[in-house]
Structure formats: structure tokens, C-alpha cells
């Protein structure tokens, strides 16, 4: 026998209007659970799918009380005892298990287990006969055995108590077999006369009263009890109760109405638990749609007014479009004078240069001039030297006026020179100013131009500013889509979780009711 450590003898107690349903296969694996059982249990409900039952088992059960469990429904009969449990972290709960088999073709298919809560007296009653029967195991010397959930002696100690063992016919059979001895007493003795015949005649009505009470009272009275607890459960009335004592066939039947009555508590309480679920996930569902009805009614006027900003925006941007299309004609246009204007500065710097060689040339006769008038100054002062030196020899200085007068032809040469370069460069300069005239008219042009473009830029810029306008509203209405989806998003979540919580109710329903044949 499996034993599941540690234990610690602290008892669980639950509430008892709780009933703890499970259901195992031919093999004693769980197939499914209610909820109430996996709570009290301690365990999960994915932990205990798949497991075999005896994970609950507690040490303290005596083998023989599942010996006898498992003989009783493998024949395919109910079964009622009171069990200790084990909890997943070694506490203990006390049950009153009702095992049921699910036949199918006349053999066992599956096992239906319906717990409830036993009453104080219950359990100290089954806790000293469990520590007997732990004990005479021990020792090897049982006086006590189980037979369908009931205590039986072993030895003469047990024979008394087996009598209601005896089926009805047999204890009929019985009843009538003692009236005819005791009618035939007379005969047997030998007596004769009136007082042979009122004896049998006494035996006769004796026997048939004595035998017609024990019918009433084991028989039709449990018949009549039977069917008025039977028709409470047929007018859906599961909570009556019935005290009876019947041994026999009455017995077995009240046993198995007390079974069904437990099995359709147990199944509906279940139904109604999984049905109160639906209940409130439905509302839950029912809110978050209309809830989410109204946000996608509101995301719906955010897209219409989204979509008339597109337009305006698209309106804008087709203008924007053909603006652009002048701005790059105007553009090439400022490109053509920009390039003449180009040309023009580059012959007024080939005019300058020419001014610059002219220029330069203009220095160097200045040079020479300079040079010319150094060297006259020199002779002339050579020459009034010698005047006064010569006295009345003046003849030197009639070679000495021949040199200035050829110093002065030269001056006078290189002055010529001088004007003539010097009216080149004012040519030169004239020609310049006319070039730099020419120039200052295509840099007008390309003001004018630049000008037409700086408006065309300024609309684009108006343009741009509306387009602007029409993209923040777009924005903003983008953020409130956005906003709206996540929380559409969060809802539908809720939606998920909420369809997944009823898919478990769902599942855990049918599995509740699976096993009916119907």
C-alpha cells in the first residue's frame, strides 16, 4: 500500500455543505475533479489529472478499508465508509466517500467518488476502528473485517450479526418454514381433539400476523419510505434525508437511492457553481462589448475626421505640387541669368587685367622719366658748376644745353608715351564701366528673378504652414485612435481571458456530467 510522508495530525476542516467530487478510471488514475476537491486537497487541479487516487491516501488507513472498496465496486456495487485523507502538506481531512461505479455494458467503466463531511461522533467511531484494525494487523490476530463499506465480526462473534446478510426470499422461506412446524406441532405430539385444532388454528394466525408484520416493517414500509424519498428527488428536491435501518434488498435499494440523491447533489452543485461562472463572465463580456461599442463608435467619427484632414492635406499638397513645379521653372530661369551674369563678371575681369597691364607700363615710363629729370637736375647742376668755373669759357655750356635739350627731347617722348598709355587706360576703364553697366543690368534681372522666387518660397511656406495644421490634427487624431486601440486592445485581452475562463467552466461542466448515459 502506498504511503505518502510526512504527515503532521493536524486536521482540515471544511465547510460542510462542500461536496468533493472525483472521478477515476478502471486503473484508479483521476480523470476529473471539482473544484472544492482540489482546494481542500491542497493540490492543483493540472497536479491531480492523470494521478493515481491513492496520492491522497493517509497512513493512517487501514489496507483492508480499500481492499474492501475496491472489491465491492469492481463487482459493481456503491460503496460508503468513512476515510481519512492526506493533504498535500501532510495535514488531514475526513470524509464520508460515496463511490459509485460507472457501468457501462454491464462492467465498470470508471469510478464516481462523492465526499461529504462526517459528523464528530463519525469520525472518532471510524478512528478507533481503524486503529483496532491497524493493530490486529500488526499483531496477525483480525477479529474485525469490512464487508461493503459495514463492520463485521469474525468467529460466533459474527455470526449473529451476518444475519442480515440473508436476502428477503430467504428470510420469508424461513418465516414460513417455522409457522408450518408450529402448526404441525399437534401432529408431531400426537394430540388430538379441540385443543390439537386451536393450536394450529393459533400457530396459523400467529404465524401469518408475525409473518405479515416483519413484511410491513422491513419490506413495505422501506417500499412506501423508498418511493416518497424518490419522488422528493423527482420533484427536484435534493436535500431530504430519511433515517432507516433496512438490511436486505430494502437496504440496498435505500442505499442506492441515498447514493443517486448524493451523486445528483454533487453534480448539480457543480453545474450550478460552472453556471454562476458563465453568469459572470457573460456580464463581464457583456459590459466590455458595449464598452467597447462605444469607443469603436467614437473611433469611427475620429477616422471621418481624420479622413477630411487627408483630403485638405492632399488638396494642399497638389497646390503644393504645381508651386513647386513654377518654383523650378523660375529656378532654371535664375539659372540662365545667374550664368550670363557669370560671363559678364568675367570680361570685366578680363577689362581690369588689361587696365592692370596698362598700369603697369604707365609705371615704368614714370620710371624712366624720373630718371630722364634726375639726370637733368644733375647736368644742369654740373653745368652751373662749370659756368662758374669757366667764367668767360661758356662754350661747355652749349654741350651742356645740347644735353638737356636732348634730356628734354627725351622727356618729352616719354610724355607722349605717358598720354598715349594713359588714354588707353582710360579707355580701358571706359570699356570697364560700360562691361560693369552691362553687369549691374543681368544682376538687376537676377534680382528680379530672385525676387519672384523669394514669393514662390513664400507660398510654399504658407502651404507648408497649413499642411502643418492638417498633419498636427491628424496627429492628434492618430493618438486617440492609438489610445482607443490599446484600450480596445486591453479589452479585448479581458474578452480573451474572460472566453478562456468560460472554455474552463465549459470543460469542467462537461466532464461533470460525462459519465451520464443518456
Not at 14 to 43: M, Q, W, Y
Not at 361 to 369: A, H, L, P, Q, S
Amino acid at each position: 500500500m502506498r504511503a505518502n510522508f510526512p504527515v503532521t495530525q493536524n486536521n482540515y476542516d471544511f465547510p460542510g455543505d462542500e461536496l468533493l467530487v472525483s472521478v477515476t478510471n478502471t486503473k484508479g488514475e483521476i480523470t476529473h475533479c471539482n473544484p472544492a476537491f482540489a482546494r481542500v486537497s491542497g493540490f492543483e487541479y493540472e497536479d491531480l489529472i492523470g494521478q493515481p487516487h491513492n496520492l491522497i491516501r493517509h497512513p493512517d488507513m487501514p489496507s483492508a478499508a480499500f481492499k474492501d472498496m475496491w472489491r465491492t465496486i469492481a463487482h459493481g456495487y456503491p460503496w460508503t465508509g468513512i476515510v481519512k485523507n492526506r493533504r498535500r502538506n501532510g495535514d488531514h481531512y475526513w470524509v464520508r466517500a460515496n463511490v459509485t461505479p460507472i457501468m457501462e455494458g454491464g462492467k465498470p467503466q470508471g469510478y464516481l467518488s462523492v465526499r461529504t463531511k462526517p459528523s464528530v461522533q463519525d469520525i472518532e467511531t471510524a478512528e478507533a476502528l481503524y486503529a483496532d484494525m491497524n493493530a490486529q494487523a500488526q499483531s496477525g490476530q483480525e477479529t474485525l473485517r469490512l464487508r461493503g463499506g459495514e463492520v463485521r465480526r469474525l468467529g460466533l462473534r459474527g455470526l449473529w450479526a451476518q444475519r442480515s446478510d440473508v436476502g428477503l426470499l430467504a428470510r420469508m422461506v424461513i418465516m414460513l418454514m417455522l409457522v408450518v412446524v408450529v402448526t404441525m406441532l399437534p401432529d408431531m405430539l400426537g394430540w388430538q381433539g379441540v385443543a390439537a385444532w386451536g393450536l394450529r388454528l393459533a400457530a396459523l394466525l400467529l404465524g401469518s400476523a408475525w409473518i405479515a408484520w416483519r413484511f410491513q416493517a422491513r419490506c413495505v414500509s422501506g417500499i412506501e419510505e423508498a418511493n416518497m424519498w424518490a419522488a422528493q428527488m423527482a420533484s427536484c428536491n435534493l436535500t431530504s434525508t430519511h433515517a432507516h435501518n433496512y438490511t436486505g434488498a430494502v437496504g440496498t435499494l435505500m442505499a442506492r437511492l441515498q447514493q443517486i440523491q448524493i451523486n445528483l447533489r454533487a453534480v448539480v452543485g457543480d453545474v450550478l457553481t460552472e453556471v454562476q461562472g458563465f453568469n459572470t463572465m457573460s456580464k463581464e463580456i457583456s459590459l466590455s462589448s458595449l464598452d467597447l461599442a462605444k469607443r469603436t463608435e467614437s473611433q469611427a467619427t475620429d477616422l471621418e475626421q481624420t479622413a477630411a484632414s487627408i483630403e485638405e492635406i492632399t488638396g494642399t499638397v497638389l497646390q503644393t505640387a504645381d508651386t513647386a513645379q513654377q518654383m523650378e521653372q523660375e529656378s532654371n530661369q535664375s539659372k540662365a541669368v545667374v550664368s550670363r551674369s557669370g560671363e559678364a563678371i568675367q570680361e570685366v575681369g578680363e577689362a581690369m587685367e588689361r587696365i592692370r597691364q596698362s598700369s603697369t607700363r604707365m609705371r615704368e615710363i614714370i620710371g624712366v622719366i624720373e630718371s630722364i629729370a634726375f639726370q637733368t637736375n644733375l647736368l644742369a647742376l654740373n653745368a652751373a658748376v662749370e659756368a662758374a668755373r669757366a667764367g668767360e669759357q661758356g662754350r661747355g655750356f652749349a654741350v651742356v644745353a645740347g644735353e638737356v635739350r636732348a634730356l628734354a627731347q627725351r622727356s618729352a617722348t616719354a610724355a607722349k608715351e605717358i598720354g598715349g598709355l594713359i588714354n588707353n587706360t582710360v579707355a580701358g576703364i571706359n570699356d570697364g564701366n560700360a562691361r560693369m553697366q552691362a553687369a549691374g543690368k543681368t544682376i538687376d534681372g537676377m534680382v528680379d528673378a530672385v525676387q519672384r522666387v523669394s514669393e514662390l518660397v513664400h507660398q510654399i511656406s504658407l502651404a507648408t504652414r497649413e499642411q502643418s495644421i492638417g498633419i498636427a490634427q491628424v496627429n492628434e487624431a492618430v493618438a486617440s485612435l492609438d489610445a482607443m486601440t490599446q484600450q480596445n486592445a486591453a479589452m479585448v485581452e479581458q474578452s480573451s481571458s474572460s472566453a478562456d475562463a468560460l472554455h474552463t467552466h465549459a470543460s469542467r461542466l462537461q466532464r461533470s456530467v460525462a459519465f451520464f448515459n443518456v
